[in-house]
């Protein structure tokens, strides 16, 4: 493996190998996140959107304990300010980053509550390890979960959702994968070679599909079916046109027809 490390120290970390980038949160005790480290997120986010050379991000947090418990309250009491400027991608670096049309997969270990939900929630998807726990607890301290209040009715059973958002009650991982939260569970040892292994499957894969994918969700959701299907069949959707313009279609096309596997090439 040929690694290239591009930011080695801080609170957050990158490593890329390939076409893969691994995005490591490294901030001491809890790994919380304040609004220079929501920055310093948001830029490298951007950096991984805006590479063309680059197809799959991993997203995980350094030990075993914490995997995020979202904004720093310490530093808010210190001046922070809860509603201040969080970056390019909102808060984290990834929840309101727009035109991000690459798979993201969210690593999770230990303890993964309140804004470190909502941004695994961000991811496209999550593995968790065995010790993973998650919770929405912003209702004890008397404030609002906002973006899990949006879209976690949409990812899980409305009551389920809404008895999670009003209770502020801890699961674990079992449960996170029975409601659909998780793609799957592993131990604490092996949950990065897991991420690690999807992260290749999805590189050898189309990345304008993958794009192509994205974007239609995102706009669909709040469509009608017969809109969202109008719109896609008539080349409406920037990244469904240039697929159906693409080299890489006729070569999906191509490799069908003469039994073998495809080679992309992302134009």
């Not at 986010?45 to 995020?68: M, N, T």
């Not at 389920?160 to 939260?181: I, P, Q, S």
């Not at 092996?190 to 999805?202: C, I, P, Q, T, V």
């Amino acid at each position: 493996m040929t690694e290239m490390t591009m930011l080695t120290e801080g609170p957050f970390r990158t490593r890329r190998d390939g076409p893969i980038l691994e995005l490591t949160l490294d901030r001491p005790k809890a790994n919380a996140i304040d609004l220079k480290t929501s920055r310093i997120m948001g830029l490298a986010f951007r950096a991984f959107r805006d590479d063309d050379s680059l197809r799959v991000a991993i997203l995980r947090a350094e030990g075993d304990k914490f995997f995020c418990p979202g904004w720093d309250l310490k530093a808010a009491a210190e001046g922070d300010a809860v509603d201040g400027d969080y970056g390019v991608g909102g808060f984290g670096g990834l929840q309101e980053l727009p035109n991000l049309n690459k798979p993201v997969i969210a690593a999770v270990n230990g303890i993964c509550c309140g804004g470190g939900l909502e941004l695994a929630l961000s991811c496209d998807l999550i593995l968790a390890s065995e010790n993973a726990t998650f919770a929405l607890p912003e209702i004890r301290s008397g404030t609002v979960a906002d973006a899990a209040s949006i879209k976690l009715p949409k990812r899980i059973p409305y009551h389920v959702a809404m008895d999670l958002l009003l209770t502020g009650r801890w699961f674990d991982a079992d449960e996170a994968l029975r409601w659909g939260l998780l793609k799957e569970i592993t131990t604490s040892e092996a949950l990065l070679d897991k991420a690690w292994e999807l992260a290749r499957l999805l590189a050898s894969g189309p990345p304008l599909v993958y794009a192509a994918i994205k974007e239609v969700v995102r706009e669909a959701e709040a469509m009608r079916f017969q809109d969202a299907l109008n719109r896609i069949t008539k080349r409406q959707i920037p990244t469904v046109d240039r697929l159906y313009s693409s080299e890489d279609q006729l070569e999906g096309a191509r490799a069908f027809a003469e039994k073998r596997d495809p080679v992309w090439k992302g134009r």
